[in-house]
């Protein structure tokens, strides 16, 4: 599932999303798991590292891929 979090014109506060919220959240097998999808180069922003810190913090599995290897690895499809 694809958490449309980019800000159109003050949309995104409408939809009730947070700032920093994961681009993708996959659900498996009982598992949930928070995904942020980075280049190899990227880097997560300080916003996204509070909400990776908050979700962890209510026990909550967040990790950062670096492409579609990285994620196929992750869910085990």
Known sequence: ?????????GRQ???GLVPGAPDLVVVRRGRVLFLEVKTEK?????KQSEVHDLLRLHGMEVRVVRGADDIM?????
């Open 42 to 46: 990227g880097k997560v922003s300080e």
């Open 1 to 9: 599932m694809h958490i449309p979090n980019q800000s159109t014109r």
């Open 13 to 15: 506060r409408w939809s």
């Open 73 to 77: 690895d992750l869910v085990q499809l």
